[in-house]
């Protein structure tokens, strides 16, 4: 054998689909802060979001908030651990992601990254306000702490916890959630009082 001998690329690429020529053989493209899409995407409603969609869109706003908070250097102070106990984190820092990948769609004009920026230092602010506020930090975190209106039941008592896995929280964390909503999911639809044989409600 002939251990000079290499394979014509053109021979071996013989019989497999060109991916400049089939845009469905190639590979879905993506980077470190998530996957790469084909049109900048609308807000997320975290409250209408359904459970089949729950999952991945806490997996990729993970991911990008852990390329955020280390591409920046934030503080804990601006991103904690917890952020995703804290509901008005978690939204603030989906909307900053929301912006950050309509900002840098390869359509978009090219200072768009400039007002991302700009946007990110006042949502900075905000983001100290509302960890100062509810309280979590580095090392251990706690409820947001609810005002209670006249005639509300009063409120079970806010005590800190340590934070012994971040990780291992988070994956719970949206176990949980994607279960709560297929609850209410399945519940909804028990109600509907569904004919079995047309679909229709009765």
Do not use: K
């Amino acid at each position: 054998m002939n251990d000079d001998y290499a394979p014509d690329p053109d021979e071996e690429a013989e019989g497999r689909p060109d991916p400049d020529l089939d845009p469905d053989s190639a590979p879905e493209p993506r980077s470190t802060a998530g996957p790469v899409l084909n049109e900048p995407p609308g807000p997320i409603n975290w409250n209408l979001l359904s459970a089949h969609d729950t999952e991945g869109a806490w997996l990729e706003l993970n991911q990008w908030v852990n390329w955020l908070r280390t591409t920046y250097g934030l503080a804990s102070s601006v991103i904690p651990p917890m952020w995703h106990r804290h509901p008005e984190l978690h939204w603030e820092l989906s909307a900053l992601h929301t912006h950050w990948l309509s900002a840098y769609d390869p359509q978009q004009n090219g200072s768009a990254p400039i007002g991302w920026h700009r946007d990110f230092a006042e949502a900075r602010q905000r983001l100290r306000d509302w960890v100062a506020a509810c309280g979590t930090r580095l090392d251990r975190d706690r409820p947001t702490r609810q005002t209670v209106w006249p005639g509300e039941d009063e409120a079970d008592p806010i005590e800190d916890t340590p934070i012994i896995n971040r990780d291992e929280d988070f994956v719970a964390y949206v176990i949980a959630d994607v279960e709560r909503r297929r609850q209410v999911e399945h519940d909804y639809y028990a109600n509907l009082n569904l004919n079995p044989d047309t679909g229709e409600i009765n």
